[in-house]
């Protein structure tokens, strides 16, 4: 009931009278009131004008299921939202709750996390309040070897709904993190449960810096991660808009992909990779390759063409 009432009190920046919401929502005007007024003790502010009705003067930024579902324009991703406060990693809690058979399109949301996890067993800084720490659930019928292809199209999705949701341009860098103007705004950790020759679950974990201000940033992270308020003068962003935005994205390219394969995803993601078509330096665990970033395989491999014109594949790597 709340989420349709955010929804309907969203959808305009004008009143709306009680007695229309009353009628959409099949509610008595008693609890359309009592609604309301809860409303308010969440941190909502709504004027209220006889014979005009409510509007809608500010929303809290919370990234709670109610929240998102008020602003989410999709068919099933985040249709069941799993909402914390404070856990160990959105990941851990995914992966517990596709174990237990929880349905394609569950996404776990947290406002915190104490163990959150990067690539290759980095720490992944998720300050309370400040950003977007989730997970979707995923389960298309593909085998094993063509994971890889979805974390190409979240990175995809993640950079679209960005640019959507705020008007700023987002690139690619290989392998997938969202960056505005070279710094980092976001990062995919994409994550798998299979047998050998079937995908059972696919956990895209997506953290993304909406609100954080310098203060909130580790000193070490400062010259190359930002923010999307950093960006904006430093003015926030309803987090609950920007999942949204995303999940919208996500579905549309998830639906893409089943039906049509990955080249147009591929396609999409060279578009907007700031690494291709650059001369960069790739520093695997081995060793240091130097060459021009070319493109990417199927399966989201790296070709980076060598001064000796030879093309190394490069699986897993630190890009400069
Ligand atoms: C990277 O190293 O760039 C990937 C970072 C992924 C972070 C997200 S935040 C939500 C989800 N939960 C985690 O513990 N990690 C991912």
């Given at each position: 009931?709340?989420?349709?009432?955010?929804?309907?009190?969203?959808?305009?920046?004008?009143?709306?009278?009680?007695?229309?919401?009353?009628?959409?929502?099949?509610?008595?005007?008693?609890?359309?009131?009592k609604h309301i007024e809860e409303l308010r003790k969440n941190g909502y502010e709504l004027e209220a004008v006889p014979?005009?009705?409510?509007?809608?003067?500010?929303?809290?930024?919370?990234?709670?299921?109610?929240?998102?579902?008020?602003?989410?324009?999709?068919?099933?991703?985040?249709?069941?939202?799993?909402?914390?406060?404070?856990?160990?990693?959105?990941?851990?809690?995914?992966?517990?709750?596709?174990?237990?058979?929880?349905?394609?399109?569950?996404?776990?949301?947290?406002?915190?996390?104490?163990?959150?996890?990067?690539?290759?067993?980095?720490?992944?800084?998720?300050?309370?309040?400040?950003?977007?720490?989730?997970?979707?659930?995923?389960?298309?019928d593909i085998i094993p070897q063509k994971a890889p292809q979805l974390t190409l199209m979240t990175a995809v999705a993640?950079?679209?709904?960005?640019?959507?949701?705020?008007?700023?341009?987002?690139?690619?860098?290989?392998?997938?993190?969202?960056?505005?103007?070279?710094?980092?705004?976001?990062?995919?950790?994409?994550?798998?449960?299979?047998?050998?020759?079937?995908?059972?679950?696919?956990?895209?974990?997506?953290?993304?810096?909406?609100?954080?201000?310098?203060?909130?940033?580790?000193?070490?992270?400062?010259?190359?991660?930002?923010?999307?308020?950093?960006?904006?003068?430093?003015?926030?962003?309803?987090?609950?808009?920007?999942?949204?935005?995303?999940?919208?994205?996500l579905e549309q390219w998830y639906l893409h992909y089943l039906q049509h394969g990955f080249k147009e995803v591929r396609?999409?993601?060279?578009?907007?990779?700031?690494?291709?078509?650059?001369?960069?330096?790739?520093?695997?665990?081995?060793?240091?390759?130097?060459?021009?970033?070319?493109?990417?395989?199927?399966?989201?491999?790296?070709?980076?063409?060598?001064?000796?014109?030879?093309?190394?594949?490069?699986?897993?790597?630190?890009?400069?």
């Amino acid at each position: 009931m709340r989420d349709r009432l955010l929804q309907l009190l969203t959808a305009t920046d004008s009143f709306v009278s009680g007695q229309e919401i009353s009628t959409k929502l099949g509610i008595s005007r008693t609890a359309v009131w009592k609604h309301i007024e809860e409303l308010r003790k969440n941190g909502y502010e709504l004027e209220a004008v006889p014979r005009k009705g409510y509007r809608l003067t500010h929303a809290p930024d919370l990234a709670s299921a109610d929240e998102i579902k008020a602003s989410l324009h999709t068919e099933h991703f985040g249709s069941s939202i799993v909402y914390k406060k404070k856990v160990t990693s959105t990941q851990e809690v995914a992966h517990e709750l596709a174990r237990n058979e929880a349905e394609e399109g569950t996404v776990v949301v947290a406002e915190t996390q104490y163990k959150g996890k990067g690539r290759m067993n980095r720490e992944w800084h998720s300050p309370s309040g400040t950003g977007l720490w989730f997970s979707l659930i995923v389960r298309p019928d593909i085998i094993p070897q063509k994971a890889p292809q979805l974390t190409l199209m979240t990175a995809v999705a993640v950079t679209e709904g960005v640019m959507e949701a705020t008007g700023i341009q987002a690139q690619i860098k290989w392998p997938n993190d969202i960056l505005i103007d070279g710094k980092k705004i976001a990062g995919i950790l994409t994550e798998m449960q299979s047998e050998p020759d079937r995908v059972q679950a696919i956990i895209i974990g997506i953290g993304l810096n909406i609100n954080q201000q310098v203060e909130h940033f580790p000193e070490e992270l400062l010259p190359k991660a930002t923010s999307l308020a950093l960006e904006n003068d430093g003015v926030t962003y309803q987090r609950a808009v920007v999942i949204s935005a995303i999940l919208k994205r996500l579905e549309q390219w998830y639906l893409h992909y089943l039906q049509h394969g990955f080249k147009e995803v591929r396609e999409r993601w060279e578009s907007l990779a700031v690494t291709i078509g650059r001369q960069i330096k790739a520093t695997t665990m081995k060793e240091t390759v130097s060459g021009v970033a070319e493109g990417i395989t199927e399966d989201g491999v790296l070709l980076l063409k060598k001064q000796d014109g030879t093309i190394e594949y490069i699986y897993s790597a630190d890009i400069d």
